[in-house]
């Protein structure tokens, strides 16, 4: 069996979108999914990279430095896939 990130691309969209809205809570609407699996979905992203991505509190998201420098260097790319997978549905 090839090894390979494939499986970690839905846990990036995902982060990018938490991200791109500015809370849990936003992402969870736009996406239709619950909070608690956005949460979820994205603590394993963090684990599986061993970096902490978003600092969250009751008031505020952001993302962590290394988490900004991820969603700079991925944000394009994740959403130019979503869109040309999408045009072939």
């Keep these: 069996m090839i090894n390979s990130n494939y499986g970690k691309l839905d846990d ?4 990018c979108s938490v ?3 500015g ?5 969870s609407d736009a996406l239709n999914l619950p909070v608690a699996t956005l949460s979820r979905r994205i603590s394993a992203l963090e684990k599986t990279l061993g970096t902490q991505l978003l600092l969250i509190s009751k008031r505020r ?3 962590t ?3 900004q420098i991820l969603y700079q260097n991925c944000y394009q790319n ?3 896939l979503d869109r040309t997978l999408a045009d072939f549905q």
Excluded: D, H, M, R
Excluded at 12 to 15: A, I, T, V
Excluded at 23 to 27: H, I, M, V
């Design 12 to 15: 990036l969209f995902l982060f």
């Design 19 to 21: 991200v791109e809205k």
């Design 23 to 27: 809370s849990l809570t936003a992402a």
């Design 61 to 63: 998201l952001a993302p």
């Design 65 to 67: 430095e290394k988490g």
């Design 78 to 80: 994740i959403w130019q």
